[in-house]
């Protein structure tokens, strides 16, 4: 491959890193102004981030497979070519459900497109150093997609409304694909290539009604018929997803190495890190603009530490590791993430950013040490031949994590937000009082039957959201001391030194 070449392919996957990993940070801040556009209720936010969240990780692991059958340029040019069509409906949607497909599509082209750009990378460049200084510049960016995410989505929703956020992918889109025809060499491995359709769609059936009960829980009640049901269908797939793995001789989860305690629990820690951290962004974003009234541009800003301090931490990750061991880093992250989602249990409508700016700075200091530490702990865990399938296990458990926590830390804010106001009306004498705290937290409006002023409803509806904060990230808090505890007992063996590169930091 020529230089010229070489170049085209690496701006090309730069590119679509770029737009694929924006897509994860920059709909936070939009959240408020979709749902005053769309007339929705909470519920129907957590189903817009969870709908690419949910996709993205039922897909990723098969999207490897499909890559070496069918050719890595290929399956990584379909890629962008969806993420450009999911944008497009997603800018154009005029309801809930069109804004839904929109973004599940966004989240099946990230699966293609996130881990295929390693694929590519790798066969672009043959020579080790090569490889590993693009590779290096690779992760790089996707951090500052990562911290633009926020401040570029903020900015955008103020000036040319929700829209925009989706609008912005089509030119990069475009130009991605451009690039990527004229630059990338396609490569295939059909030989080695093995896909599993049945544990795929039991994937899909998995997660996906885990998500619709959690939501669903926080929208109707636990025991709710259709919750219910939705929990059973998950429990249902969950045993025939372990069964049919077991099975097949190349399924699209490895059960066979989870016998291995410490790759069991390095990706359960992968888990708990899209549970607590990658999820706790669709929290912040809420609280910023729905407990503090920031607006969406402001709201991005004050969101920048988290990712800035996690961009700087993981590039110093390597140096870190060789002087401190990995395993003690990776404890350190996540006992950071923990004690810095705990301290947000305090915060209020009032509390001051100074307060504010330093857990989140903590809380991306624990995630830029967690990030890389976690993934190379889970290939030194993993067999050398079978790298490739821990790899994609690690990163679609981490985004699982994420779905999980949108759903589940969602319904506790929900909760939390509409139990402290419906004590403060009937405080006041109002009644049906949790029925009218309910629709107001869910719909951020003031709902027919109370009569109340409205600069006292909205102080009432700020005072809900931060009390349903501060429960959700309590929560998100214990589960990540728990999770350093636990590493923090894990056996040394294969998990102290220096860090490997880790496969994927996104």
Sequence with gaps: MSPSRRTRAVVAVYLGTFMATLAISIVTVALPAIQAGLHIDFAGLQWVVGSYALCLSACMLSTGPLGDRYGRKRA????????????????????????????????????????????????????????????????????VSLIL???????????????????????????????????????????????????????????????YGLIGAGRNGWAAADVLAAFGIALASAILFIAVERRVERPVLPVDLFRDRGFALVNLASFVLGFCGYSSLFLFSLFLQQAQGWSASEAGGRMAPVFAAMAIVA?????????????????????????????????????????????????????????????????????????????????????????????????????????DMALRLAAAGMDDALALADSAVRSHALPEGLVMDPAAFKALLEAGFAHGFALAAGIAGLCGVAMALALAMMPRTGTVGPAAAAPDEN
């Design 76 to 143: 990584w040019l379909a890629g962008v070519g969806l993420f450009v069509l999911g944008s497009a409906v997603s800018a154009l949607a005029t309801s809930l459900a069109v804004l839904i497909v929109g973004c599940a599509v966004q989240g099946i082209a990230g699966a293609l497109v996130i881990p295929g750009a390693l694929s590519i990378l790798t066969q672009a460049f043959p020579d080790p150093a090569a490889r590993s200084h693009v590779i290096g510049g690779w992760s790089s960016f996707s951090g």
């Design 149 to 211: 995410g926020p401040m570029i989505g903020g900015v955008l929703v103020d000036h040319f409304g929700w829209p925009s956020i989706f609008l912005v992918n089509l030119p990069v889109g475009l130009l991605a694909l451009g690039l990527g025809l004229a630059g990338i060499d396609e490569s295939a491995d059909p030989d080695h290539a093995a896909l599993d359709p049945a544990g795929q769609i039991l994937s899909i059936a998995l997660l996906g009604s885990l998500t």
């Design 315 to 419: 590039a110093q990750f390597g140096r870190l590791a060789k002087r401190y061991g990995q395993t003690r880093l990776m404890v350190a992250g996540y006992l950071l993430l923990g004690i810095s989602m705990l301290a947000m249990t305090v915060f209020s409508p009032d509390t001051a950013y100074w307060m504010i700016a330093p857990a989140f700075t903590l809380l991306g200091i624990g995630m830029g040490l967690a990030v890389p530490a976690t993934g190379a702990a889970a290939m030194q865990a993993a067999p050398r031949q079978r790298t490739g399938a821990a790899s994609a296990t690690m990163n679609a458990l981490r985004q699982s994590g994420m779905t999980i926590g949108i759903a589940l830390l969602g319904a506790v804010m929900v909760a939390g937000a509409s139990g």
